[in-house]
């Protein structure tokens, strides 16, 4: 049987637990991190997705590289990237991408982007471009692209996931009942869609949950399921954090030990992996993704 946590009072659920505290970026490779990243005039999800984890990362001296500009054509609530219409299409990205991995030493780097809805190819040959040009200028570099929803765009899709990478992921983001309130430009069955369709091209697939915005047990453990039926191989689940008062607001906090759980509930049910803690994020020990 399995031992389900007590829902927290609503007094506690608006008070941020001592678990989810997390050190402010400092130290020499942090800095070297941030130089370089300004120099080249990059986007990382770790600054425009106000990553919990950014100190200990770009300590390590890795980040998350966010290609194809800052602004997202999506509406999610519980996203802190722009809204709008981007006017931004860097052919030479590709390059600065690959320079700056190659400057940092990256043995493993994580790539993702924002959606791009008005493009006719949802950025794929930037997509494309970028995993090449990383693997010309450091072959023994591993990669995970994170990407975005291609609304039903397969050939975008072959051509994103073609280029050479390790390990393609694609976020569900939260279970299917919430998804029209937290991604309401997106479709639950789509996702999963694109999911399957990523492994049958022989790719090994990753997604991520975010936990506190309303699921209930049930409901993550039927996520799981959808995924294992369609080839997910690792998954992450973690607390998610408002990024404003103007975004899907905490309904829960996940205590550590229910996340222990659910680890061990999605090993049970198939997946390979399991990242499950307070402060995990997509490409949170990501390097280790790539040996499942």
């Given at each position: 049987?399995?031992?389900?946590?007590?829902i927290?009072s609503?007094?506690?659920?608006k008070?941020?637990?001592?678990?989810?505290?997390?050190?402010?970026p400092?130290?020499?490779?942090?800095?070297?991190?941030?130089?370089?990243?300004?120099t080249?005039?990059?986007?990382t999800?770790?600054?425009?997705g106000?990553?919990?984890?950014?100190?200990?990362?770009?300590?390590?001296?890795?980040?998350?590289?966010?290609?194809?500009?800052?602004?997202?054509?999506?509406?999610?609530?519980?996203?802190a990237?722009?809204?709008?219409?981007?006017?931004?299409?860097?052919?030479?990205?590709?390059?600065?991408?690959?320079?700056?991995?190659?400057?940092?030493?990256?043995?493993?780097?994580?790539?993702?982007?924002?959606?791009?809805?008005?493009?006719?190819?949802?950025?794929?040959?930037?997509?494309?471009?970028t995993?090449?040009?990383?693997?010309?200028?450091?072959?023994?570099t591993?990669?995970?692209?994170?990407i975005?929803?291609t609304k039903?765009?397969?050939?975008?899709?072959?051509?994103?996931?073609?280029?050479?990478?390790e390990?393609?992921?694609?976020?569900?983001?939260t279970?299917?009942?919430?998804?029209?309130?937290?991604r309401p430009?997106a479709?639950?069955?789509?996702s999963?869609?694109?999911?399957?369709?990523?492994?049958e091209?022989?790719?090994?697939?990753?997604?991520?949950?975010?936990l506190?915005l309303?699921?209930?047990?049930?409901e993550?453990f039927?996520?799981?399921?959808?995924?294992?039926?369609?080839?997910?191989d690792?998954?992450t689940?973690?607390?998610?954090l408002?990024?404003?008062?103007?975004?899907h607001?905490?309904?829960?906090?996940?205590?550590?030990?229910?996340?222990?759980?659910?680890?061990?509930?999605?090993?049970?049910?198939?997946?390979?992996?399991?990242?499950?803690?307070?402060?995990?994020?997509?490409s949170?020990h990501?390097?280790?993704?790539v040996?499942?």
């Amino acid at each position: 049987m399995i031992e389900l946590p007590v829902i927290p009072s609503e007094q506690q659920r608006k008070k941020r637990p001592d678990w989810l505290r997390v050190k402010l970026p400092i130290g020499p490779e942090y800095a070297k991190v941030r130089k370089l990243v300004d120099t080249y005039k990059l986007h990382t999800i770790c600054e425009s997705g106000n990553c919990p984890n950014m100190g200990e990362c770009w300590g390590a001296g890795t980040a998350t590289f966010m290609i194809l500009g800052n602004v997202c054509t999506r509406s999610c609530t519980f996203c802190a990237v722009a809204t709008g219409r981007p006017n931004e299409y860097d052919t030479d990205e590709p390059r600065r991408v690959a320079e700056a991995i190659v400057l940092m030493k990256v043995k493993h780097a994580v790539i993702t982007s924002v959606n791009r809805d008005e493009l006719k190819d949802r950025g794929a040959e930037i997509w494309y471009q970028t995993v090449r040009a990383v693997k010309e200028a450091s072959p023994a570099t591993t990669i995970e692209t994170l990407i975005p929803d291609t609304k039903g765009n397969w050939e975008a899709l072959t051509r994103m996931i073609s280029a050479g990478q390790e390990v393609v992921s694609h976020n569900m983001e939260t279970v299917e009942r919430l998804y029209r309130r937290v991604r309401p430009q997106a479709r639950y069955e789509r996702s999963l869609e694109q999911i399957r369709r990523t492994k049958e091209y022989g790719q090994r697939t990753k997604s991520g949950i975010m936990l506190g915005l309303g699921e209930t047990h049930d409901e993550v453990f039927k996520a799981m399921d959808d995924l294992v039926e369609n080839g997910l191989d690792i998954l992450t689940l973690g607390q998610y954090l408002q990024p404003t008062k103007m975004h899907h607001e905490v309904i829960e906090w996940i205590h550590p030990d229910t996340f222990a759980m659910y680890r061990e509930e999605g090993l049970k049910r198939g997946l390979k992996y399991v990242e499950s803690g307070p402060l995990v994020r997509s490409s949170y020990h990501a390097e280790r993704h790539v040996l499942v």
